[in-house]
């Protein structure tokens, strides 16, 4: 029998009709401004409805006028005895306490050296190993700092360049799957202030894909609603560079996911059919920008399907893909992820979706944990069935 869950494992339903209730809207009148019925949003706060897509959540939150990230329950906190420890102090510190312009008064290790520790951090993040990227990035990124501030031509260039991948990928992608959200956008924002004094557009661009998926794109943030026009800015300048076109196809993939979140699947697939052709031009390349190629891209396309509601044509497209062709356990963990979405959509039973769901986390265990949409699928799925496996999930989750 399940036990008792704390306040930040409670249902999205709950959270729905504390926030109603708060507001003092009735279900009628909050139905009718997300353009549902009273009946599906009384199951939606009675756990009898599980609330598959952002674009709903985010249409409740603005009903609402809450953040999605309060609907979604915020950051999961571990329960294991030997969980791993994740030291997030020293990031903390160099994130809040200085920027490319104002650095620390430390002394500075040479940019070659400093070029390594973040292309050391790059691995971990790729095997998920987040105590290494934890542990190598505070001192790589405030020694960056000092670089950018104090060197000049292109010393001061390599710096800010790093700093865009440190900051706006490593730092806010980990911080982001260990549920620190906040940090998370701080991250984005030293990387996209690294990227500004750069004065290159595309460098702009990709800190600016980084700033637009630190938060959750149910919350419909700014960052990411504007990287339709961001793409549009970058595009005259990418030329036959093969970093410009990855940059400008993940920034068509985020314009991609900003459309599905507003709704509008023809802009969606619009931008996901030019991402693809793209991705098909360059093919597959380990060292690419957030791993943009045809892998990533069906991943992407997957996802984008799920929210739209299609999951037979997310399976479809998630059997495209070779996983091996993804060199990141985070983003083979994304696809399993997304393919159990879409299996729970389309009713497969709980244990076709829990074996998705635990070779995801064998992946990347902190990324399943903490996401807020697939907190609510194991907890639906663990008031209506039952299991060893899924228990088992449910309680590295913190759910029981």
């Known amino acids: 029998m399940a036990g008792p869950v704390d306040d930040g494992a409670r249902r999205i339903g709950e959270n ?11 279900l009628e009148a909050t139905a009718g401004l997300v353009g549902r019925s009273k009946a599906w949003l009384s199951k939606v706060e009675n756990g009898r409805t599980r609330l598959e897509r952002r674009s709903d959540i985010a249409a409740l939150a603005r009903a609402l006028e809450v953040s999605a990230d309060y609907l979604m329950g915020g950051p999961t906190p571990e329960v294991q005895p030997e969980r791993r420890e994740y030291n997030l102090t020293g990031l903390q510190r160099v994130l809040l306490d200085y920027s490319p312009d104002d650095p620390p008064d430390v002394g500075a290790r040479p940019i070659e050296f400093l070029r390594s520790e973040v292309d050391t951090a790059d691995m971990a993040l790729r095997v998920a190993d987040y105590a290494t990227v934890a542990r190598i990035l505070p001192d790589a990124i405030g020694e960056l700092f000092v670089h950018a501030a104090a060197a000049d031509g292109p010393g ?127 093919g597959e390349d380990s060292d690419a920008f957030e791993l943009f190629g045809p892998a990533n891209t069906g991943v992407w396309r997957t996802s984008l399907a799920v929210e739209s509601g299609q999951p037979g044509e997310a399976l479809s497209f998630a059997d495209s893909v070779e996983p091996r062709a993804l060199s990141s356990k985070n983003r083979r963990a994304a696809l399993l992820l997304e393919r159990a979405r879409a299996r729970a959509m389309l009713g497969h039973s709980s244990e076709e979706v829990s074996r998705e769901l635990r070779q995801a986390e064998r992946l990347s265990p902190q990324q399943v944990h903490n996401h807020p949409l697939v907190r609510e699928l194991v907890a639906d799925m663990l008031n209506r069935a039952g299991g060893r496996d899924l228990r088992g999930l449910a309680w590295r989750m913190n759910l029981i």
């Not at 990928?169 to 906040?182: K, M, Q, V, W, Y």
């Not at 076109?245 to 697939?269: E, F, H, I, K």
């Open 156 to 282: 001061r260039d390599e710096a800010l360049r790093l700093l865009v991948r440190a900051c706006g990928s490593d730092a806010t992608c980990t911080l982001r799957h260990l549920g620190e959200i906040n940090l998370a956008w701080i991250a984005g924002e030293r990387g996209q202030q690294a990227a500004d004094m750069l004065g290159d557009p595309v460098w702009r661009g990709a800190a600016a894909y980084g700033r637009a998926h630190a938060r959750s794109s149910a919350n419909r943030p700014r960052a990411l609603m504007l990287t339709p026009k961001i793409a549009d800015e970058v595009e005259p300048h990418i030329g036959d560079d093969m970093f410009g076109r990855q940059v400008y196809g993940m920034l068509q993939l985020s314009s991609a996911l900003a459309c599905q979140v507003d709704g509008d699947d023809q802009g969606a697939a619009a931008h996901a059919t030019e991402a693809a052709r793209l991705a098909e031009g360059l």
């Open 16 to 26: 729905v009709r504390a926030a109603r209730r708060a507001s003092g809207k009735s």
